[in-house]
């Protein structure tokens, strides 16, 4: 086997074996305890703060009696802590302004455990988090009734998780980490552990393994990086090693042969073979191992390039092959080849896949492919180092904490790109071919189908198709030769007849000759970044139902079909070395682009624009393969429960109207080119109704001329359309939906309230405190107080469309045996909000968490985008951040009230349930 890593990577070694230079702009630390600390100051978003508390301790370290309690002694950290009792603590910090969830969090794997909370710089918050955290490293109170509800919690978490995906993970996971300590130890644990484990367990665990010597501290934020070492100092030096004890190795065993294996799930609704071959795997210390790194990744992307041709082609048996490298354990990574295929094609798909592979192995990558990947790295790479400023302290703490959970050298963004641009500039073809080959060579494999329980297929099949693997190999045709840029010939400047500014929020409209309207706004917060919509009325609203179809997925097939002679994947490598991304799209009321650029490609995207007009075609290839897997897909989502439920519910809800209801397979049969074309044209044709938004960073200059260029050329036949408004499509009153379709044991509980109430920002303001407030007394009464589900999702928000509707949803799961009291208890929790004086901290929560999502969101191109795109499609009022502070402001406990009484007082009611197979009883309910 070592033999084999040498000639892996022998074919990219350089003399240089200089170790990296780690970011200079870190600092470093590790108190007398061992305990290990980074800083880094950042100032986006503004007087904000993330840190991480890494532990180095996952599941790996609990005993045989102990599965699953690393996890729980997470959740237990939150239950009470010296300075907090109970649930104190997420109050306490949610009358700051963190949201539990986005800003605070924690979670366990395998080899560590990681708490994360982000917090805005005002009064003491910043001593106050060091207490916290302080608190989590070596004093987290445990008690018998805060575990006893806790484990439940942990329960109704494993339940939740135990879904299509875990178990086919479990499956890979067993084969993979076979002999070695991973096997046995999903961070979720066992039942009947987590069920029966004492407290002095749990606290064992809690003593022996919260050692300050496996701990590091990450704090990233708009601060003085000295006075928070100071604060490092103080609250984490008093921390004591207690014993002796060494982690358990993370190492995953070498198989060191080649393994066939067929996974299972009756639930898949895809199927999938992978072939993955086995390597050791070091961590990157030096700049050989970065170039080893690198050359990794960059024959992912050229064989990604390679096999995106095969989907190109009319209907292949291999589907969305791709090439991935994934570590398992700290010691092997996992080089995997994987496809999907649609009915029966398992075998066929295989030898697809594999001769895809063998082909490159024989015949080398091409070399423009070659060229275009390298070029499209440097674009990349450019982009991301001008953006670097754009980069918040969140995205900074979770990188960094990573590379500390596995040693690994964190650099600066300017000394990695001059690293691969040295590395690039030396790269040749032929060494990238050598390292593909030698990857191959590897004698340790695992070959894995991901199959349904009824799909007929053996282990010797699929070894026969691997052994004639290198046979009946075709040479490579010849490519196209693709220009660097898709050319627009004899454009003329066209005028801007109309131009105006908005003072108080600083934007400009301009209005062209063929009436196209364009909404401006500069914003270099984002640096080198540019937003880009665009919307027109009408939508597939105004066709036909027996044309539905076509319409929805007419934007998906001509985005996906390439502009005049260049196909979609030819258009990406044109493309290749610039950063433009816009798609079409057609909805239910209205259609437009989307898109974003850097500053140096404006022009390529307003381009794009024209092209999309004016070159748009089918190609037929992308048409068929897309009726196919539409058609796979509708037989392959019977066997999901939640699918199934979701498609039955939506015939039931909207009277089997075919405008919002499942399209099935005489459907998808009938969508036909003439009339994707008819529509796509259709909708495309007059822009005398669209308007466009650019905002971000480009000057107004350039806008003007682009504008002028493309934008101005669209074609105009000034038709002054409006979507169709059809009506109210749901059924009116309150009824009872009820489906056994759970293969587990599990119930879903989903609650719908409906109401026409004009929109305002204000009502909108109302709404949104109401979905605040409920979700938290709904957190800590059915979540903390019952251990009845893992969560309550609430969601709360108005349709505009066709008419102004207040919707208010909720949803959990649960243990079926607890359905019916849980749900009681939710109508409960509404009836106390409508009827009992609210306490004033939770509209205080919700007032300071918003203030603070806001001062994070408010400078970036998203929010104006939002802000601009709502006045102009349904005229709501802009209201920049501090006009939005005001309006929180209003929000008081007797508001809250009266508006629970008017949104919840409704006879727009749906209460439904999913529920396992095996309960019989009121099978597909409905009562009015």
């Known amino acids: 086997m070592k033999k084999i890593l040498f000639l892996v990577f022998s074919c990219f070694c350089i003399a240089d074996a200089k170790d990296l230079i780690a970011s200079k702009s870190l600092i470093e630390g590790e108190l007398k305890n061992g305990f290990k600390y980074t800083i880094k100051k950042n100032e986006k978003p503004e007087n904000m703060a993330s840190f991480r508390l890494l532990v180095r301790v996952g599941s790996l370290e609990e005993d045989e009696d102990q599965s699953g309690i690393a996890h729980l002694v997470e959740h237990l950290a939150f239950n009470g802590t010296g300075h907090f009792e109970k649930n104190s603590l997420i109050d306490f910090l949610e009358s700051l302004g963190v949201d539990f969830g986005s800003h605070l969090n924690a979670s366990t794997g395998f080899d560590k455990t990681i708490y994360q909370l982000q917090i805005p710089l005002k009064g003491d918050n910043l001593e106050k988090t060091m207490l916290i955290f302080s608190d989590w490293a070596g004093d987290i109170r445990m008690n018998k009734s805060e575990l006893d509800k806790e484990r439940g919690v942990v329960l109704e978490e494993e339940r939740v998780r135990n879904n299509v995906n875990y178990r086919i993970y479990k499956q890979l996971h067993e084969v993979a980490y076979d002999k070695s300590r991973f096997k046995d130890r999903m961070p979720i644990g066992k039942r009947d552990i987590i069920e029966n484990i004492s407290l002095k367990r749990v606290e064992d665990f809690y003593k022996t393994w919260y050692q300050p010597r496996f701990m590091h501290f990450v704090a990233v934020g708009d601060f003085d990086e000295k006075k928070i070492e100071k604060l490092i100092e103080k609250n984490f030096s008093h921390l004591k090693n207690t014993n002796k004890k060494k982690l358990y190795k993370r190492n995953a065993l070498d198989p060191k042969t080649m393994q066939f294996k067929i996974f299972r799930d009756k639930e898949l609704t895809s199927m999938g073979v992978n072939f993955s071959l086995i390597s050791p795997y070091r961590v990157v210390k030096t700049q050989e191992d970065y170039k080893k790194d690198f050359l990794i990744k960059f024959i992912a992307k050229l064989f990604n390039l390679k096999a995106r041709e095969l989907e190109q082609t009319k209907n292949p048996f291999a589907k969305n092959v791709r090439f991935s490298t994934n570590l398992f354990g700290d010691n092997l990574y996992y080089h995997t080849f994987r496809a999907n ?167 400009y409209e301009f209005i062209l000759e063929n009436g196209v309207r364009v909404v401006y706004k500069y914003n270099d917060y984002e640096k080198n970044k540019i937003k880009f919509k665009a919307f027109s009325k009408g939508g597939y609203s105004l066709y036909d139902t027996k044309f539905l179809v076509d319409a929805r997925a007419s934007s998906k097939v ?320 802009i209201k920049s951040p501090k006009e939005y502070k005001q309006l929180y402001k209003l929000i008081t406990p007797k508001i809250l009230q009266e508006s629970a009484k008017k949104y919840f007082d409704t006879k727009d009611i749906i209460y439904a349930q999913l529920n396992p197979k095996k309960e019989n009883k009121n099978e597909n309910k409905r009562e009015k």
């Open 341 to 507: 295929f649609l009915e029966k094609n398992a075998i066929k798909a295989y030898k697809q896949m594999l001769n895809l592979i063998y082909s490159v192995d024989k015949n080398g990558f091409d070399k423009r492919d070659f060229e275009i990947v390298k070029a499209d790295i440097r674009a990349k790479n450019d982009y991301e180092l001008k953006n670097i400023k754009n980069k918040t302290s969140n995205s900074y703490a979770s990188e960094i904490s990573y590379y500390k959970a596995y040693d690994e050298i964190y650099l600066d963004k300017k000394y990695a790109v001059d690293l691969e641009n040295k590395i690039l500039d030396a790269l040749s073809l032929k060494e990238v071919n050598l390292c593909f080959r030698n990857i191959l060579k590897s004698k340790s494999s695992l070959v894995y189908f991901v199959l349904p329980n009824d799909y007929e297929i053996s282990l010797d099949e699929i070894k026969q198709v691997h052994k004639k693997r290198k046979n009946a190999i075709k040479k490579e045709k010849k490519k196209k030769i693709l220009p660097n840029s898709i050319e627009v010939k004899n454009l003329k400047e066209g005028k801007i007849i109309s131009q105006k500014y908005d003072k108080k929020y600083d934007f």
């Open 558 to 877: 001509i985005s996906n079909s390439g502009f005049g002679e260049y196909n979609f994947l030819e258009v990406e490598k044109i493309y290749a070395d610039k950063i433009v991304n816009l798609k079409p799209y057609i909805e239910r009321y209205f259609e437009g682009f989307s898109g974003s650029s850097s500053n140096k490609d404006f022009e390529e995207l307003l381009k794009g624009v024209y092209l999309f007009a004016k070159q748009y075609k089918i190609d037929d290839n992308v048409l068929f393969n897309l009726k196919q897997q539409m058609l796979e897909g509708l037989e392959k989502e019977k066997n999901s429960p939640q699918i199934s439920f979701s498609n039955e519910f939506n015939k039931f809800y909207f009277n089997n109207n075919k405008r919002y209801i499942k399209e099935d397979k005489n459907d998808v049969k009938n969508i036909s080119k003439k009339e994707i074309l008819k529509i796509y044209g259709d909708r495309f044709s007059d822009f005398s109704d669209f308007t466009f938004f650019i905002i971000g960073d480009v000057k107004k200059q350039r806008v003007e001329k682009y504008i002028k260029l493309y934008l101005a050329n669209l074609n105009s036949t000034k038709r002054n359309e409006n979507y169709k408004n059809r009506g109210l499509a749901h059924i009116k009153g309150s009824h009872t939906f009820i489906k056994n379709l759970n293969n587990q044991n599990m119930s879903t509980i989903f609650l719908s309230y409906k109401k026409q109430i004009p929109y305002s920002l204000e009502e909108w303001v109302k709404l949104k405190a109401l979905q605040d407030v409920l979700s938290e007394k709904l957190r800590e009464y059915i979540r903390e107080e019952k251990s009845g589900a893992y969560g309550v999702a609430v969601r709360a928000y108005f349709e505009r469309l066709p008419k102004d509707e207040a919707v208010i949803k909720i949803h959990f799961a649960c243990d079926p045996k607890r359905k019916e009291e849980l749900s009681k208890y939710v109508k409960e929790v509404i009836r106390e909000i409508q009827t009992k004086e609210l306490d004033k901290k939770y509209i205080n929560a919700f007032i300071k968490k918003e203030n603070t999502k806001l001062d994070e969101i408010s400078k970036n191109n998203s929010f104006w985008e939002s802000e601009l795109m709502n006045f102009y499609m349904y005229g709501n009022k």
